[in-house]
C-alpha cells in the first residue's frame, strides 16, 4: 500500500469545499434532523460529505472498507470492518455537527486510515481556516505543510493546567482543581488545540473510532501521550474507555488520578 498523505488531503479539501461549507449558515430547517435525540443531529452537509468522501477514498484505494458516522448510524454492523486485517478509512465528515448547525465555526472533517485494527494516518482539516492536520505513523505531524511538535517543558502543577473536558461529571471534578476547563463541542478542535501545546489535557467519555483514530495519532505523533483511563492503548477497534491526553507523561499521571479518585470508570 502506497497512500500519497497529500492526495486525501486534497480530496479532503474538495469534498469540504464543495458539500460543507456551502451549506455552513445556510441550512434550512428540514436540513437538519434529530438521530438519537435533541442534541445528536445529523445535517445534509454531513449526509452528502460522508458520501462524497467514501466514494473518492474507496477509488484512491482499491479493495480498501469505509466505516463513516453517519453509515453506522443506519447500520451499526458497519462497525464490524474495523476488525478486518485490510485497509479501513474512519470518517467524520462533520465533527461538531451541533456547532455547525447552529453556526459555530468550531466543526471540522475527521479521516483516519487503520490497517490491523490500527490508525496508521490520521487528518483533522479546520474547515474554516483551510488548513489540514496529517499524521503518519513513525513519520510525525505536518500542519499546512508545516511540521508540528510539542516542546518539551517541565509538567505543570494542576492548578496550572488547562483542559477540555466531557460530560458535566468530569467538569464538575476539574472546576475548582484546574485553572480552566472547557468543552467546545468539537473533538477535532480538542485535538487540533492539543497538538499545538494550546491547552494541556483532555478527557473524553464517548468513545467513537471517528472522534479519536486520527486524533490521538495526531497527538501522539506530536509527542503527547494518549492511554486510556484504564491504562490500555488506545485501538480503533475499541467501542468503550475513557480516553486520557496530556502533554507529557506526568501530567497525564496527574490528571488520571483525579478522575478515577472521582470515581469516573474506566470502563
Known sequence: MNIDPKAVTDIIRDVVD????????????????????????VTEADIQAEIALTARLLDLLPGSKVVGEEA???????????QDDGPVWIIDPVDGTNNFSRGNPLFGCI???????????????HCLERETTVAVKGAGVE???????????????????????GGKALMNLFHHRAARVGR??????VYLSLSQ???????????????HA????????????????SDEDYAPTMNHGVPVIAA????WNTVSFIARAGGVSPA
Open 111 to 125: 479521516v483516519a486510515l487503520a490497517i490491523g485494527g490500527e490508525t496508521v494516518m490520521g487528518w483533522i482539516d
Open 143 to 165: 500542519r499546512a505543510g508545516a511540521p508540528v511538535s510539542l516542546v518539551p517543558r517541565l509538567a505543570k502543577p494542576l492548578g496550572d493546567m488547562e483542559g477540555y473536558l
Open 184 to 189: 467546545v463541542g468539537s473533538a477535532a478542535h
Open 197 to 211: 501545546g494550546n491547552g494541556d489535557f483532555a478527557i473524553f467519555t464517548r468513545m467513537k473510532p471517528w472522534d
Open 18 to 41: 464543495t458539500e460543507v461549507l456551502p451549506r455552513f449558515r445556510n441550512l434550512t430547517k428540514d436540513e437538519i434532523r434529530s438521530k438519537t435525540g435533541p442534541t445528536d443531529l
Open 248 to 251: 507529557n507523561e506526568e501530567e
Open 72 to 82: 453506522v448510524h443506519d447500520d451499526p454492523s458497519i462497525l464490524d470492518r474495523l
Open 214 to 229: 486520527a486524533g490521538i495519532l495526531i497527538h501522539r505523533e506530536a509527542g503527547g501521550i494518549v492511554r486510556l483511563l
